[in-house]
Structures are given as C-alpha cells and as structure tokens.
C-alpha cells in the first residue's frame, strides 16, 4: 500500500494508533459484577433496617442510642458511596478504555465492610448495666 496522505482505513477490529482497543470479555465481567454489586448493596441497606432491634433491651439508662445513628450512618453512606462511585468510575474507565471489572469488586468490598462496621457499632448500643 502506498501512502498517499489521506488516511487509510483501518480493518475491522483494529483501532486507531494511540487507541486502546474494547476488550468485550472486561465489559461483560464489569457488568455482571456492577449487578451483584447492586444486589449485595440492596441486601444490606435491607438488612441495616434491623439494627433497630439492637435497642430491644435497653432500658432507662443502660443504652448508647447514638451509636444506633452511627450505625446506620455507616452502612448506608457506605452503600450508597460504593455504588454512586463506581457508576461514575465505570463511566470514566469505559471513555478512557481502562480496565473495568475490578472497579465492582472493590464496590462489594466495601459495602461488605461498611454493613460490618454498621453492625459492630449497633452492637455497642445495648451496655448491659
């Protein structure tokens, strides 16, 4: 092929010089991952309601109630960063051609460890004295 200084068309499936090419098994992977991130997210924003009955014993003097706000403050505000932030992640990976599917995974991650934090300070709510 000789050049002439207009642009060749390039074959299919290959991009342009400097791009990086769509990698379809790393967009399926991320997709499926974003799903269970969603489903995991709403399965312990569900499950955060029940930190309520860590008050059930309490008494007159004998509870720490804030911990139950800190509690609920943990777990959610965690969820909801988790997912808020790796749709706006999954969008940029995807414009800049990054690898996408450890974004979701670190989304699990820390929704798994916000509940865990929920639920180790709903636990401190009820003193026992």
């Not at 090419?21 to 974003?34: G, K, M, N």
Request: one cysteine or more; hydrophobic letters at 55%.
């Amino acid at each position: 092929m000789i050049h002439t200084g207009t642009p060749q068309p390039w074959p299919y499936g290959t991009p342009p010089v400097g791009q990086r090419p769509v990698r379809t098994w790393d967009v399926v992977l991320a997709v499926v991952l974003y799903s269970v991130a969603v489903v995991l997210g709403a399965a312990a924003a569900y499950f955060t309601v029940f930190f309520a009955f860590a008050s059930d014993p309490c008494g007159q003097d004998n509870c720490r109630t804030e911990y139950l706000g800190w509690a609920f403050a943990v777990s959610w505000g965690g969820t909801a960063t988790a997912i808020v932030g790796v749709t706006a992640i999954l969008v940029l990976a995807a414009i800049k051609r990054w690898y996408m599917w450890y974004w979701p995974v670190l989304a699990m991650a820390l929704i798994v460890l916000s509940f865990a934090g929920g639920v180790a300070l709903a636990s401190q709510v009820y003193t026992g004295a």
